[in-house]
């Protein structure tokens, strides 16, 4: 349940977005923040570059008593730190016991979304939750071979990472996760990020189980929820 | 006995992406052993590093094996069935260029058969197909020079061709079809995948005795001292695997394998293969643990060797003196509980918690977890 002033509070995400700020992350964790999160980001600042020295991040401070790690998998090809702190902050995480999200962030170039989808692939083992964003699903459909309607049920199936969703403003969200399917429709219009901060916000205090996950699918998809007039 | 261990993949902690980096890696923690995933298509431009991988494993020591499509419908329709077969091309050709000692399979859903023989014999068939196919790829000693770039090729077998156990029910891939099939196949290799037998089998994996029943059942079926296992942690539920867990957040432990191994693993040659989410780190948590169960295993030995000597000394019976040593540890034992005993009540207090998670005020997934909890 939300608190009586409409924000989550006492949920904890560290971003590892850049430093521009428009990446699937960082969008995802400024919904949260909005919502109430306390969020942590990474590359802190305007000013800030993808060159910065990855190996002077103390992950196991910065991941702290933390719920959710939230990265994207645009992040490794922004240079080669990028890529550095990307495969740590998942192996902290991991260690630390905080659940890692990887926002699939919408293709720019099929060579590169390619190498991004590789790469997620390599470390599918570490992450808890996939979103899929929805102008991604196809891009990923080409390069497995997969027909879009199967594939969160066979990204899931594959490679048994806990919960594979997806959000469009028009069809609703779809979640895949290791009892089954929830679908839910919505009409409020948010924007899948939006949803996706939701979903995050609402998740720790429901219980990872399946009603829970059916309640802040459904929370996540309301206008008021979202922030939204 | 020989064991090898490694990571299923490169390392998390290499900086570098590329095979031979992560070999260079592994090798500097110690490990031996690597399996390449082929999860994904294999480019061209991937074959220079595979070969330069091939060339650093034949020249060292170090154990190169290749994993080939997570996704595979073998039992399903003729459509299915070669839609996996030349995925599986792909990967026995790269696995040629790489050394691969071990090509592991899956063979997928049970599709359009029951579990049963005739499953099994499907299996079979297509299973001795491919390591045909493993062998012509291989090619003749003949051609001996046509190879020159490939030393392996002439100077080595061919590759192994791996059956992995599956972890869910509703996929073929029991320990006793795999066992069956590689007992009929010659060529092929059972893939024990620990994770997907503890899952399966509703959480059988327990104790060093468990291990040894399961290693017993392998040899009297399939009569090979050669085994690949993968071991990794995992969260299962009726009999089927959720999904993978770093070892130390699993029940199942490695600390009953590597007892088994110490004590009794001395007719195999084994590789095992750490495909957990912290690939390297448990692989060198498995190597440690290995080598303390083989330390602990010696000193045992050492122990009733000294005993003998002394009794024989004494003139009296080893196991005589071994009920006097351990009554004299008890009797010690007891005594220092007495002195201890006042302190360990003052300190009778609540285990300190983590500060980073117990403490803080943040909400936690534990609190409230669920019966069906998804992670």
């Avoid at chain 1, 995802?28 to 990474?42: F, P």
């Avoid at chain 1, 901060?197 to 720790?204: K, S, Y």
């Avoid at chain 2, 780190?281 to 083989?294: C, F, I, N, S, V």
């Avoid at chain 2, 909400?363 to 992670?375: A, L, R």
Wanted: hydrophobic share 35%; net charge negative; aromatic share 8%.
């Amino acid at each position: 349940m939300e608190d009586s002033d409409g924000s989550v509070g006492n949920i904890g995400m560290v971003c590892l977005g850049g430093p521009n700020r428009i990446d699937g992350a960082s969008k995802t964790c400024i919904n949260a923040s909005k919502l109430g999160a306390e969020v942590r980001y990474i590359l802190e600042g305007e000013g800030h570059e993808w060159s910065f020295d990855q190996g002077g991040i103390e992950w196991s401070k910065e991941l702290g008593p933390a719920h959710w790690l939230v990265n994207c998998s645009s992040t490794p090809l922004m240079s080669e730190n990028a890529m550095g702190a990307w495969s740590a902050s998942m192996t902290f995480a991991e260690l630390e016991g905080t659940k890692t999200v990887m926002v699939i962030d919408s293709p720019e170039g099929d060579s590169e979304f390619g190498s991004s989808w590789g790469l997620v692939i390599e470390r599918i083992r570490q992450i808890h939750l996939i979103f899929v964003h929805p102008n991604a699903l196809r891009a990923i459909s080409a390069a497995e071979g997969i027909p879009t309607s199967d594939l969160l049920e066979e990204i899931r199936s594959r490679s048994l990472v806990p919960i594979v969703c997806t959000y469009n403003s028009i069809s609703g969200s779809v979640i895949e996760h290791a009892l089954g399917r929830i679908c839910a429709t919505s009409n409020s219009g948010i924007e899948p990020l939006q949803w996706l901060a939701g979903l995050l916000c609402h998740l720790p205090k429901v219980g990872s189980g399946i009603t829970g996950l059916e309640e802040a699918a459904m929370v996540a998809g309301r206008k008021k929820w979202a922030g939204l007039k | 006995m020989s064991l090898k261990l490694g990571p299923a993949g490169v390392p998390l902690s290499c900086k570098g992406r590329t095979i031979v980096e992560g070999m260079d890696d592994i090798t500097v923690l110690g490990l031996d052993a690597m399996e390449v995933q082929t999860v994904r298509t294999i480019q061209p431009q991937h074959f220079d590093q595979y070969w330069q991988a091939g060339i650093l494993s034949w020249k060292s020591e170090f154990e190169m094996n290749m994993h080939g499509p997570y996704y595979a419908e073998l039992l399903g329709n003729k459509r299915e069935r070669n839609r996996t077969l030349s995925k599986m091309e792909t990967s026995l050709q790269a696995g040629k260029i790489v050394n691969a000692r071990h090509l592991t399979f899956h063979v997928g859903p049970y599709g359009e058969f029951e579990p049963g023989s005739a499953a099994n014999e499907q299996v079979a068939n297509i299973m001795s197909g491919v390591v045909e196919r493993v062998e012509e790829v291989w090619g003749e000693s003949e051609n001996e020079e046509d190879y020159a770039a490939f030393p392996w090729l002439t100077e080595e077998k061919p590759s192994l061709v791996g059956i992995e156990t599956s972890g869910r029910q509703e996929l073929w891939g029991t320990v006793e079809e795999v066992l069956e099939v590689c007992n009929h196949v010659e060529g092929t290799v059972p893939v024990l995948n620990m994770g997907h037998i503890h899952a399966r089998g509703f959480g059988r994996l327990r104790t060093s005795e468990d291990y040894a029943e399961l290693f017993d059942q392998a040899r009297e079926t399939y009569g090979g001292s050669t085994f690949y296992c993968h071991f990794s942690g995992v969260e299962h539920r009726m009999g089927n695997t959720m999904h993978y867990t770093q070892i130390k957040k699993s029940d199942l432990k490695f600390e009953p394998f590597a007892e088994f191994l110490a004590e009794e693993g001395d007719w195999m040659d084994i590789t095992i293969i750490s495909d957990s989410p912290l690939l390297e780190h448990d692989a060198m948590y498995m190597r440690q643990h290995y080598d303390k169960a083989r330390q602990r295993l010696l000193e045992i030995r050492a122990r009733d060797e000294r005993r003998e000597k002394l009794a024989a000394e004494q003139g009296i019976d080893p196991e005589e003196l071994k009920k006097k040593e351990i009554e004299a540890a008890e009797a010690r034992k007891a005594q220092q509980e007495g002195v201890v005993e006042a302190p360990k009540e003052a300190i009778k207090a609540p285990a300190a918690q983590s500060p980073s998670k117990k403490n803080s005020k943040m909400i936690s997934f534990e609190d409230g977890k669920d019966e069906d909890d998804i992670f």
